[in-house]
Structures are given as C-alpha cells and as structure tokens.
Nanobody, 115 residues
C-alpha cells in the first residue's frame, strides 16, 4: 500500500519560513520523481516544484528563488523549504510521486501566511 504523508504545514507570518516534509512508503522511492503541488478551493492543482529521481529540479515561476525542493533517498522523504512566504502562498500543498504510469498523492497540508 502506497502512502505519502505530508507534515510541516501551519501558520506563519509573511516573510517567514516553513519546511514541508513528505514521507513515502510502499514505493521504491529512489526511482520515483517527486513533486509538490498546491490547490486553492475551486481551482486546479498547480505544480510548485519537482525533483526527478536523478535530482534535477524545476520550479513554478512564482516560487523560484524562495522555495527549494530536495530529497533524501535514505529516508524516503522529499522536502519543500519555503522562505520569504507571502500571503498568496496560503493554500493546501500536496506531495506527489510519479513514475511511468504510476501516480500517487498525499492527503495535503495547509499552509497559512498572515500579513
């Protein structure tokens, strides 16, 4: 059974930082590409950042320079370091694992940035 369990969300003031974690189980983590998405109510899920199995990263333009995605294959965990948070970053963040035809999602974690 595949599980992606996010943690690290919460309330932070504008300009602050949070680190999201996503612990994976039930998959061969090192061969999966991992990503963070976010979704506002009534809107489509949008890509925030992704990291390939080989460590290549890419970011949405709105977070480039502020967010950093990383992975620790020994811990089966992917991270999203979020710095200089803005109220517009208030949203639910989802962890995603994808490889070939396999695509899995976490349950989401809420990030709230107060102005």
């Amino acid at each position: 059974q595949v599980q992606l369990v996010e943690s690290g969300g919460g309330l932070v003031q504008a300009g602050g930082s949070l680190r999201l974690s996503c612990a994976a189980s039930g998959i061969i983590f090192r061969i999966y590409n991992m990503a963070w998405y976010r979704q506002a109510p009534g809107k489509q899920r949008e890509l925030v950042a992704a990291i390939s199995s080989g460590g290549r990263t890419n970011y949405a333009g709105t977070v480039k320079g502020r967010f950093t995605i990383s992975r620790d294959n020994a811990k089966n965990t992917v991270y999203l370091q979020m710095n200089n948070l803005e109220p517009e970053d208030t949203i639910v963040y989802y962890c995603n694992a994808f490889q070939g035809g396999h695509n899995y999602w976490g349950q989401g974690t809420q990030v709230t940035v107060s102005s």
